[in-house]
């Protein structure tokens, strides 16, 4: 490499030093000042990672001064370049030496960088332009944010996400049964609208016993980080704004914060998209006399846009409560009482339409004439035709078109969406198990020491001490007890037999209290030698998540584990079938959160339920209250809270002992009766039409069909794997379908976003995401997919390259000139432009004749026969070649501003197409469904008005260039 003073080179490891000068020449070593940086440099004269810089004809330069000069002659002298043509200042003809040219140039346009001698390595430009493709497919795939969530393909769970999550500013009152994964559906609304850019901001409320749930379900289903908002954090965020809630973008906050005047005009006040509400049936109403926490949510639900009620139970508080929680949705749509119960006596017609339409048979006389009086505002001669003609298959289009029409007509399936487990398929069943034993002695007389040590008692305090003896025991034994109530405790010999005698069969225990958790762990341990896990709410997030994983681990976990409380809340097990509840809970509700860790959706078994009691106790009582009075063991209970209400008094005092005989027999039977009347309230006020609405039907099933196949995906995975080993990322397969990633030392970039530097463990398969919490599920829309794909594509890396072609049938030399180009239109997020026009490569192939061969030559197969040439062979053959590769470059811009001008208008004509159909539906809707709100057509349009002029805008950019040459065998 020839040197002298004043030449201008740049460094091929840090091209971000800008231009350098070559100050000294020194035997065999060469010092480079870069005056942009003021860093030197000294290099080896024979192998140093310098690319000399010298600009060619055509080229616009800048002085040091800031004026430019367009090159029209080049000069050499002494080894140093000079640069004539016009200068931009004085428009005269001037000279511009090399020394003098702007020390900040840096090359970043691919066709600056190639002749500058900045090549990249050749999988580099290959990823690059892989990368450009996968974030096509991603962002113009209408599934992308349903896939990509830590959760089961539930088609009604699909169906009602997919609905509402599409809409602008939804606002709907989410009512499915327990168990039908309500949470879920709100974490795939949340995740549509964050992904698609229909919302921003977004505050959830919860409570504060939920919040902890919450945060957790948000990252480890949905990878969205909320932060916990309580009076402590709002005090700290002061330091940093007046208003704490604008300090964070995606909020979870206890109901009972905002009971505060001063939070709740902060929370008023801070710019929300939506607000998610759980539990809402705890909203009390009455007209003359509302809440505070219904105040609270009406005044929030009156400046915020978008917003979803959550509730299990919707008529817990009584019909008039759910009505008024329909009004906080649209209160100029459910204004009055009265008007909503008349309105609702006209749904059962609907409904019995519904049904002889669902039933796939021809019509009677009198079924066409409802249809045509309920739909009169269309002509549905054609639709009734194909009904009754003898072609199976236009009788099935045809009914399902209907029904469609029915429901997007009629009742309040716009705003209100409820599945019950009697109308969704998926649950297995229960088996209740009941082990009575007898009372220990030494539980005996500790109940009846403390019954005469302890003088007058309350209520609790002797049911607490007849439903948990071994705490009352342990309160003998004094903090130097050793726990010995295990050794003698029936319950804990019945339950190592039974977990010997199942030893191939996953258990979840659930006892009340954490220590007893923990002392029944050391129990089976010592005595048996049994692998258990504990879980209990003294442990971390991290710990718990362990105990969770080693528990679902098959090969080499956990047979059982052992739980507070606390693990019949959000963590579901429906892996395992056998459920020990060591102990009984006072309350129903928690009852049925026991048993909903296994009796979910996907459960693929009868859940065992295993009860051990001590005879004697309350626990019996108990037990018989439950399984005789409310059937809560077997099924379901949805009325559980209002009866515990009602009899929790009676239930108390049988369980104290405080009743008289006969009592628990009167009290179940009373029981039993209030239940049936509940359950045939509820069934009579069973919404027919709004369950065929919110089951998604043949929708549904389609949703899952289209999210299956692409879980199938294997270009998918390869794609990953390929990219991680291009960026530096160690991988390591795990065994079970999971790959273990690490950041490594020799990275391309000084970090990965998303991975820390413990790594993480991933896996491609939803069933094992499913099993396994402690492994992140990797689909497009993980965070991790999209960081790294922006690592590749945010830079320069891959945007030059050269390789060599072997080919027989070519002469040696022929060259070609492959460029990628991108098209984007730039847009704010709430437009959406990428759901018509996304950032899209677009590919061009050259030969030197000037003729694109990229249509009829794919990339793929191309690639396949190219070799890697290393960068100082490269370089020599562009510099050789480079009045060739001016003119292809030129005649290439040309090729691909064509193909952008029938991209957009391809991208034009979709959008009007897709938000012209929704607008028309939408319009034709709101003529006789008053649910539909003139603020979603109004969004519609907007939205067109907007695509349209941002698609007018779209902007054609190089993104990457790789020059092949042809050598001989």
Not at 751 to 778: H, I, K, M, N, W
Request: glycine content about 6%.
């Amino acid at each position: 490499m020839s040197f002298s003073l004043g030449q201008r080179w740049i460094s091929d490891a840090e091209s971000d030093l800008g231009l350098g000068t070559v100050v000294a020449v020194e035997g065999r070593m060469v010092s480079v000042l870069f005056p942009a940086t003021g860093d030197n440099r000294m290099f080896a004269r024979e192998d140093a990672p310098l690319t000399r810089v010298i600009f060619n004809q055509g080229d616009t330069i800048t002085s040091h001064e800031g004026w430019t000069l367009e090159v029209d002659a080049i000069h050499e002298q002494d080894g140093l370049v000079s640069y004539e043509g016009v200068r931009s200042d004085t428009n005269e003809v001037g000279l511009l030496r090399e020394t003098m040219l702007d020390h900040q140039i840096r090359f970043n346009k691919p066709q600056d960088r190639l002749f500058a001698g900045q090549i990249d390595r050749m999988e580099y430009f290959v990823t690059r332009y892989l990368c450009q493709r996968q974030r096509f497919g991603m962002l113009k795939n209408p599934l992308r944010a349903l896939q990509g969530p830590r959760a089961g393909l539930i088609p009604h769970q699909l169906f009602i996400a997919n609905e509402v999550g599409n809409r602008h500013a939804p606002r709907v009152l989410l009512a499915d049964e327990v168990g039908l994964g309500k949470t879920i559906e709100a974490g795939h609304i949340i995740h549509q609208q964050l992904l698609s850019g229909k919302a921003e901001r977004i505050l959830i409320l919860v409570p504060e016993t939920l919040q902890h749930q919450w945060l957790v379900e948000m990252l480890r289903r949905f990878n969205l980080r909320f932060s916990l908002f309580d009076e402590e954090r709002c005090i700290e965020a002061l330091a940093d704004c007046d208003n704490p809630f604008e300090t964070e973008q995606l909020v979870i906050c206890s109901l009972d914060l905002l009971r505060k005047k001063k939070r709740l005009d902060q929370a008023k006040d801070a710019p929300w998209d939506l607000l998610v509400v759980d539990e809402a049936h705890h909203l009390e109403w009455s007209e003359s006399a509302p809440s505070r926490a219904y105040q609270v949510v009406e005044t929030l639900a009156q400046e915020i846009a978008g917003v979803l009620l959550l509730t299990a139970t919707p008529d817990q508080l009584g019909h008039q409560s759910h009505f008024a929680r329909l009004r906080l949705l649209d209160p100029d749509r459910f204004y009055d009482y009265d008007a909503f119960l008349e309105e609702e006596t006209s749904y059962q017609q609907v409904a019995t339409a519904a049904d002889a339409l669902l039933a796939q048979r021809p019509l009677t006389d009198a079924e066409q004439q409802a249809l045509v009086a309920l739909l009169s505002e269309s002509d549905i001669s054609d639709a009734l035709g194909r009904i009754q003609s003898g072609d199976e298959a236009q009788r099935q289009l045809a009914c399902q078109e209907l029904v469609r029409e029915l429901l997007d007509r009629h009742g309040t399936s716009r705003v209100l969406f409820r599945n019950t487990r009697s109308g969704v398929s998926g649950f297995c069943g229960r088996e209740l198990h009941t082990y009575p034993m007898p009372l220990p002695k030494q539980y005996a007389t500790a109940m009846r020491v403390n019954s005469m040590l302890g003088g007058t008692q309350s209520t609790d305090i002797k049911l607490m001490n007849q439903l948990y003896p071994e705490k009352l025991y342990q309160e003998f034994e004094g903090e130097s007890g050793n726990a010995s109530w295990w050794q003698f405790d029936p319950r804990v010999d019945w339950m190592m037999e039974f977990l010997k005698a199942n030893r191939s069969k996953k258990v979840l225990v659930i006892a009340s209290k954490a220590h007893t958790a923990l002392q029944l762990e050391e129990a089976l341990r010592t005595r048996e030698g049994i692998l258990a896990s504990v879980f209990h709410e003294g442990m971390s997030i991290l710990e718990r998540d362990k105990a969770a994983a080693f528990f679902a681990q098959q090969e080499g976990g956990a047979q059982v584990l052992i739980c507070s409380e606390i693990g019949s809340e959000g963590r579901n097990f429906q892996f395992a079938h056998h459920l020990v509840m060591f102990d009984l809970p006072l309350n129903p509700d928690l009852l049925e959160q026991r048993i909903g860790r296994l009796d979910r959706i996907g459960q693929t078994q009868t859940v065992q339920i295993h009860v051990p009691l001590l005879e004697g106790t309350a626990q019996q009582p108990l037990l018989r209250w439950y399984h005789e009075g409310m059937n809560a063991f077997t099924h379901t209970c949805p009325s559980g809270h209002l009866i515990h209400s009602e009899f929790a008094d009676q239930v108390r005092s049988e369980l104290a002992g405080e009743t008289e005989a006969g009592a628990l027999e009167q009290l179940i039977e009373a029981t039993a009766a209030r239940n049936a009347e509940h359950q045939a309230k509820a069934e009579a006020g069973r919404d027919k039409l709004l369950e065929l609405n919110s089951n998604g039907g043949q929708q549904a099933a389609q949703l899952v069909t289209a999210l299956e196949q692409a879980d199938d995906d294997t270009d998918f995975i390869s794609f990953m794997l390929k990219l991680w080993d291009v960026i530096g990322v160690s991988q390591e397969d795990k065994g079970e379908n999971a790959v273990v990633l690490k950041p490594t030392e020799h990275m391309l970039f000084p970090s990965y976003p998303g991975l820390s530097e413990e790594g993480a463990s991933v896996t491609f398969d939803r069933d094992t995401a499913l099993s396994r919490e402690d492994f992140q599920f990797l689909t497009s829309a993980h965070p991790l997919v999209a960081s790294g794909i922006d690592l590749v594509t945010s830079g320069d890396t891959g945007s030059t390259s050269v390789a060599l072609l072997k080919n027989k049938a070519l002469p040696a030399g022929t060259l070609f000139l492959e460029m990628i180009f991108k098209v984007e239109a730039i847009a704010p997020s709430e437009v959406q432009i990428g759901r018509f026009l996304p950032p899209t490569p677009v590919r061009v192939l050259m030969d030197k004749s000037g003729k694109d061969l990229a249509p009829n030559v794919t990339f793929d197969s191309f690639n396949r026969q190219l070799m890697p040439v290393n960068r100082h062979t490269a370089s020599k053959l562009v510099n050789a070649s480079q009045p060739v590769l001016h003119p292809l470059l030129k005649q290439g811009d040309d090729y691909a501003q064509a193909q952008m001008s029938e991209l957009v208008a391809q991208a034009q004509s979709d959008m009007e197409q897709q938000l012209g159909a929704e607008l028309t539906r939408l319009e034709a809707l709101k003529a006789v469904n008053p649910n539909i709100r003139s603020s979603e057509l109004d969004a519609v349009r907007e939205q067109i008005s907007m695509v349209t002029a941002h698609l007018q805008r779209a902007q054609l950019d190089l993104d990457a260039v790789r020059m092949i040459v042809v050598t001989p065998e």
